[in-house]
């Protein structure tokens, strides 16, 4: 059973993946941006398993679900780092 909130999840998610896709070139400006924009893909392929699991493999696309969001949560963490590791070094 779909629920209402993983549906507004999703699209809230694709609100954001708009906002990436328009404004790529300034993404790029960040340090380590293809770190950032992989995590964050991940963590919508997350959400969209949510959203199908309740329609079909319940259990291998939760599963799947919440190995995204264990990805997506290494990927901003390694994002971070490497942010606040270039600042340290005076990177700007």
């Not at 896709?21 to 969209?48: A, D, T």
């Not at 799947?64 to 390694?78: D, G, K, N, T, W």
């Amino acid at each position: 059973m779909i629920q209402e909130n993983e549906i507004v999840s999703l699209l809230l998610c694709m609100g954001v993946l708009y906002f990436i896709l328009v404004n790529r070139s300034q993404l790029k400006r960040l340090p380590s941006s293809n770190i950032f924009v992989s995590g964050f893909l991940i963590y919508m392929l997350g959400r969209i398993f949510t959203v199908l699991e309740g329609l079909f493999l319940g259990d291998i696309l939760n599963l799947l679900e919440h190995a995204c969001y264990a990805i997506s949560s290494v990927l901003l963490l390694i994002w971070l780092w490497n942010v606040f590791k270039k600042n340290e070094r005076g990177v700007k």
